[in-house]
């Protein structure tokens, strides 16, 4: 951009110290740029003009041409005045009233003149009425250039109360447009502007601010948002890159013996053709010379563990070693006793490692780790540890992304001194909107296919009054040899009374489901580890019927004779949280239920959850639900919200421009991935600006 943009804002005529003090703190204006990306939030269609016979009861805001025929000064309660004029055009009238500046309306005012008027209309005994209205001589108002959508800006109660109304704040900006509007160059290539028809830069803000007509405001939202989406997609995907181009990794370019016999002799089910193409991704990945990051996405029960296990097979067979990091310990010890049952036939060295192995258990595995005998550690944040030193690291997969941040990511690519592959995967559905702009420097992997033969969970929505049908309901499937899990919100901040529902319900359970004909187990964050394996165990084995649990149950656990899940006070949860919870049934082959409690009182967006629940069990759908309901900021948390602070775009309302932007941000960094050609200069220097100004991921380097 140009240097006078980057002035101080308060040199702006009409903007001084003190008003530039309130834009700085209010609205974080502190530059002429600044001011200029002040998008307005909506427009009022000022080309309509009404008749005062046309006014209906309600607060909005209308255009009128008229004449003040009679204008008074009326006292009301003690020494309050009022100035109150009667408004007149050809089919009717109706009156204005002014409670402040009466004395210097009262004397300049002109009677019998024709006048536009702007302002809310209010409506009191059958006569209409505005107070304050913007007045502009019919005259001038026609002389004058003025945009047919007139701008409203976003503001703050302490802004208006400090004087600077909206409409002082289109007297900044057309003033900026005087001091400034030639400098605004066309920051896309030519072509491009072209081949999509773009409005041109300096159109597209003259429009944003003071659009011509709705079509033109139209297509300078459209140019802008392009613009600000192309700029985050080139700035993602060139990064991937540079990565591919300049972190080697090693070349796994042997397909050996372990993944051969695997694949050909002890695998326990024919793979899904999703499942297929994955491993494929994967492989293709390791075998180039670049260093993989990976992200796959498979709903719950969608067999990820076994494209994990194969997938460190191939670095097994190529002479490293492999690690699979998960969030929890009962996930981790899944994990090693699942991935030791799949490999047993192989001969290879398991272990895992976490924060309850024993010392004398730890040693032997950091020195077998080191010297390169032990082929596949599996644990928790435990595998982090300094202490823990591979011989070679070929590859290290991380389950549930969403637990662990960038660092922790950084830290295992550090475990080795050419970073190892990464494979990141999750169950929790990312929109493709959204996963395209946050992980846009990750390639991606899909499981969109759950294994065959699964009977799609039946989900049902009851109130806590019709408790007793329920527990029949589980009474039945009990005598039918089916398992149940009831589970209990957990809310950080009111952990202590979410730990006394839990309790209560627990008793009242064991009260209902008395031994010796029924056993209750139960499982929460305050138990001591090795209690709560005790618990998990009695319950996989069959041993109790129920399951009484908090939500640390929620990821990954398998217990496939467990069919019915029961969520109380289901309105406290999100829904990816709900869709997780639900996902730890439906994994034998019996029918499998959802019943989700709640109260009698329910919000809109509550019902909405719930009814999303009862209506699929597509986990991306549901992901798209929850974006829409809670915004991209909430779903990744906060940490990464920064990336989302778009401008003008929006990532739910404006996925085609999204995805045209990366379209095009793809064939343009293929044909000239350093944006050197001549073509591209301008673009350049505008991509480099942005990259100082915000590091849109803060990826590992
Ligand atoms: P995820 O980790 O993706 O939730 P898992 O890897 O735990 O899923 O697999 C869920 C269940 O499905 C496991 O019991 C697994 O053995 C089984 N499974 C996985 N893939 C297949 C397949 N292709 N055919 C049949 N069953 C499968
Ligand atoms: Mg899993």
Same mark, same amino acid.
């Not at 773009?198 to 429009?207: C, I």
């Not at 030791?340 to 595995?365: D, F, H, M, V, W």
């Not at 005598?479 to 839990?502: A, F, H, T, W």
């Not at 301008?682 to 100082?692: M, N, P, S």
């Given at each position: 951009?140009?240097?006078?943009?980057?002035?101080?804002?308060?040199?702006?005529?009409?903007?001084?110290?003190?008003?530039?003090?309130?834009?700085?703190?209010?609205?974080?204006?502190?530059?002429?740029?600044?001011?200029?990306?002040?998008?307005?939030? =909506?427009?009022?269609? =000022?080309? +309509?003009?009404?008749?005062?016979?046309?006014?209906?009861?309600?607060?909005?805001?209308?255009?009128?041409?008229?004449?003040?025929?009679?204008?008074?000064?009326?006292?009301?309660?003690?020494?309050?005045?009022?100035?109150?004029?009667?408004?007149?055009?050809?089919?009717?009238?109706?009156?204005?009233?002014?409670?402040?500046?009466?004395?210097?309306? +009262?004397?300049?005012?002109?009677?019998?003149?024709?006048?536009?008027?702007?302002?809310?209309?209010?409506?009191?005994?059958? %006569?209409?009425?505005?107070?304050?209205? !913007?007045?502009?001589?019919?005259?001038?108002?026609?002389?004058?250039?003025?945009?047919?959508?007139?701008?409203?800006?976003?503001?703050?109660?302490?802004?208006?109360?400090?004087?600077?109304?909206?409409?002082?704040?289109?007297?900044?900006?057309?003033?900026?447009?005087?001091?400034?509007?030639?400098?605004?160059?066309?920051?896309?290539?030519?072509?491009?502007?072209?081949?999509?028809?773009?409005?041109?830069?300096?159109?597209?803000?003259?429009?944003?601010?003071?659009?011509?007509?709705?079509?033109?405001?139209?297509?300078?939202?459209?140019?802008?948002?392009?613009?600000?989406?192309?700029?985050?997609?080139?700035?993602?995907?060139?990064?991937?890159?540079?990565?591919?181009?300049?972190?080697?990794?090693?070349?796994?370019?042997?397909?050996?013996?372990?993944?051969?016999?695997?694949?050909?002799?002890?695998?326990?089910?024919?793979? %899904?053709?999703?499942?297929?193409?994955?491993?494929?991704?994967?492989?293709?990945?390791?075998?180039?010379?670049?260093?993989?990051?990976?992200?796959?996405?498979?709903?719950?029960?969608?067999?990820?563990?076994?494209?994990?296990?194969?997938?460190?097979?191939?670095?097994?067979?190529?002479?490293?070693?492999?690690?699979?990091?998960?969030?929890?310990?009962?996930?981790?010890?899944?994990?090693?006793?699942?991935?030791?049952?799949?490999?047993?036939?192989?001969?290879?060295?398991?272990?895992?490692?976490?924060?309850?192995?024993?010392?004398?258990?730890?040693?032997?595995?950091?020195?077998?780790?080191?010297?390169?005998?032990?082929?596949?550690?599996?644990?928790?944040?435990?595998?982090?540890?300094?202490?823990?030193?591979?011989?070679?690291?070929?590859?290290?997969?991380?389950?549930?992304?969403?637990?662990?941040?960038?660092?922790?990511?950084?830290?295992?690519?550090?475990?080795?001194?050419?970073?190892?592959?990464?494979?990141?995967?999750?169950?929790?559905?990312?929109?493709?909107?959204?996963?395209?702009?946050?992980?846009?420097?990750?390639?991606?992997?899909?499981?969109?296919?759950?294994?065959?033969?699964?009977?799609?969970?039946?989900?049902?929505?009851?109130? *806590?009054?019709?408790?007793?049908?329920?527990?029949?309901?589980? +009474?039945?499937?009990?005598?039918?040899?089916?398992?149940?899990?009831?589970?209990?919100?957990?809310?950080?901040?009111?952990?202590?009374?979410?730990?006394? *529902?839990?309790?209560?319900?627990?008793?009242?359970?064991?009260?209902?489901?008395?031994?010796?004909?029924?056993?209750?187990?139960?499982?929460?964050?305050?138990?001591?580890?090795?209690?709560?394996?005790?618990?998990? +165990?009695?319950?996989?084995? #069959?041993?109790?019927?129920?399951?009484?649990?908090?939500?640390?149950?929620?990821?990954?656990?398998?217990?496939?004779?467990?069919?019915?899940?029961?969520?109380?006070?289901? !309105?406290?949860?999100?829904?990816?949280?709900?869709?997780?919870?639900?996902?730890?049934?439906?994994?034998?082959?019996?029918?499998?239920?959802?019943?989700?409690?709640? #109260?009698?009182?329910?919000?809109?967006?509550?019902?909405?959850?719930?009814?999303?629940?009862?209506?699929?069990?597509?986990?991306?759908?549901?992901?798209?639900?929850?974006?829409?309901?809670?915004?991209? #900021?909430?779903?990744?948390?906060?940490?990464?919200?920064?990336?989302?602070?778009?401008?003008?775009?929006?990532?739910?309302?404006?996925?085609?421009?999204?995805?045209?932007?990366?379209?095009?941000?793809?064939?343009?960094?293929?044909?000239?991935?350093?944006?050197?050609?001549?073509?591209?200069?301008?673009?350049?220097?505008?991509?480099?600006?942005?990259?100082?100004?915000?590091?849109?991921?803060?990826?590992?380097?």
């Amino acid at each position: 951009m140009n240097n006078l943009l980057e002035t101080p804002i308060e040199y702006l005529k009409g903007v001084g110290p003190q008003r530039g003090e309130l834009l700085r703190k209010e609205l974080q204006i502190f530059k002429y740029s600044d001011l200029l990306n002040l998008y307005p939030n =909506r427009y009022i269609d =000022r080309t +309509r003009y009404y008749k005062i016979n046309q006014l209906v009861d309600s607060a909005s805001e209308v255009q009128i041409i008229g004449k003040i025929i009679h204008i008074k000064t009326v006292e009301f309660g003690k020494g309050k005045k009022r100035l109150s004029a009667t408004f007149v055009d050809e089919t009717g009238q109706m009156e204005l009233v002014w409670f402040q500046g009466i004395k210097w309306i +009262r004397e300049n005012v002109k009677i019998n003149v024709p006048y536009v008027l702007f302002g809310k209309i209010n409506s009191f005994n059958g %006569t209409f009425s505005m107070a304050h209205p !913007e007045m502009e001589l019919l005259e001038e108002h026609k002389a004058s250039l003025r945009s047919a959508m007139q701008p409203i800006y976003p503001s703050t109660e302490k802004l208006n109360s400090k004087g600077i109304s909206n409409k002082v704040v289109i007297k900044m900006m057309q003033q900026l447009f005087v001091e400034t509007h030639v400098l605004f160059a066309e920051t896309l290539p030519t072509y491009l502007v072209e081949e999509l028809q773009l409005l041109p830069k300096h159109l597209a803000m003259f429009n944003i601010h003071f659009p011509k007509s709705q079509e033109l405001l139209s297509k300078a939202q459209f140019r802008l948002k392009f613009e600000e989406l192309f700029f985050i997609q080139l700035q993602l995907i060139s990064k991937n890159l540079i990565r591919k181009h300049k972190i080697k990794g090693h070349p796994f370019d042997k397909v050996g013996d372990y993944f051969s016999t695997m694949y050909t002799h002890y695998l326990p089910f024919e793979l %899904t053709n999703a499942q297929k193409k994955v491993i494929k991704e994967i492989r293709n990945d390791l075998g180039s010379n670049a260093q993989m990051n990976r992200l796959l996405q498979g709903d719950v029960g969608s067999g990820k563990t076994i494209v994990a296990l194969m997938s460190m097979l191939i670095a097994l067979d190529n002479g490293f070693q492999a690690c699979l990091m998960a969030p929890t310990e009962i996930l981790a010890a899944q994990h090693f006793n699942g991935i030791l049952e799949l490999a047993k036939p192989l001969n290879i060295n398991i272990k895992l490692l976490t924060g309850s192995t024993k010392s004398s258990e730890r040693k032997i595995i950091h020195q077998e780790l080191e010297e390169g005998r032990l082929h596949i550690i599996i644990g928790t944040h435990a595998l982090l540890e300094d202490k823990v030193k591979f011989h070679n690291l070929g590859l290290a997969i991380i389950d549930e992304q969403h637990r662990f941040g960038v660092e922790q990511r950084s830290k295992l690519w550090h475990k080795n001194t050419i970073p190892p592959h990464i494979l990141v995967m999750t169950a929790t559905p990312i929109p493709r909107t959204l996963a395209m702009s946050l992980y846009g420097d990750l390639d991606i992997s899909v499981i969109d296919e759950l294994p065959p033969g699964r009977k799609p969970i039946l989900t049902v929505h009851r109130y *806590d009054s019709n408790r007793l049908k329920v527990w029949k309901f589980i +009474r039945d499937e009990i005598e039918k040899g089916r398992q149940i899990y009831i589970v209990y919100p957990l809310i950080q901040e009111s952990e202590k009374m979410d730990y006394k *529902d839990l309790m209560d319900g627990y008793e009242s359970i064991s009260r209902d489901f008395p031994l010796p004909k029924y056993a209750v187990s139960i499982v929460h964050g305050q138990m001591k580890p090795s209690d709560k394996d005790e618990e998990m +165990r009695r319950f996989s084995e #069959g041993k109790t019927n129920i399951m009484v649990a908090t939500t640390v149950i929620e990821v990954g656990v398998n217990v496939p004779n467990a069919s019915v899940m029961i969520i109380e006070s289901a !309105e406290r949860f999100g829904l990816s949280q709900l869709h997780q919870l639900r996902g730890r049934v439906g994994r034998g082959a019996e029918q499998s239920y959802c019943i989700l409690m709640t #109260g009698n009182k329910l919000s809109n967006e509550s019902k909405t959850r719930l009814e999303t629940m009862c209506k699929t069990n597509d986990g991306f759908e549901i992901a798209e639900v929850d974006l829409k309901l809670r915004g991209p #900021g909430d779903i990744m948390g906060t940490q990464q919200s920064g990336v989302l602070n778009l401008q003008i775009a929006d990532l739910i309302k404006d996925k085609d421009i999204l995805q045209l932007a990366r379209y095009h941000a793809i064939q343009l960094l293929k044909k000239d991935p350093g944006m050197e050609k001549p073509e591209h200069q301008k673009l350049r220097e505008v991509f480099i600006a942005l990259g100082k100004k915000k590091n849109i991921w803060n990826y590992i380097s």
